[in-house]
Nanobody, 117 residues
């Protein structure tokens, strides 16, 4: 079982950028990695996903603004967030899904991102 720790959240003004990091306790070579976000009263939303094969998927609300990347050597996944909007305010979670058990996910504790004007 892999443990995940997110960092990089904070306060930013609209139009600004943040880079989130997610460090795993072990190798992520056999995990598809993703970023999700959650706001009060709303279900957790997939933001970006990058498979072990390098295939990326983005939520419609962040396409063209966010970029997911992974560094397997560092057991780390990144989320570069550009052109931030107030509606991007949420708790962002990193998730790891084993390639041999794709319906299972391991979650980090989350990091708060607040976009304010």
């Amino acid at each position: 079982q892999v443990q995940l720790v997110e960092s990089g959240g904070g306060l930013v003004q609209p139009g600004g950028s943040l880079r989130l990091s997610c460090v795993a306790s072990g190798s992520i070579l056999n995990y598809n990695m993703g970023w999700y976000r959650e706001t009060p009263g709303q279900p957790r939303e997939l933001i970006a996903r990058r498979t072990t094969a390098g295939i990326t998927t983005y939520g419609d609300s962040v396409k063209g603004r966010f970029l997911i990347d992974r560094d397997n050597a560092k057991n780390t996944v990144y989320l570069q967030m550009n052109s931030l909007k107030p509606e991007d305010t949420a708790v962002y979670y990193c998730a790891a899904s084993p390639i041999n058990d794709p319906h299972n996910k391991y979650w980090g504790q989350g990091t708060q991102v607040t976009v304010y004007s």
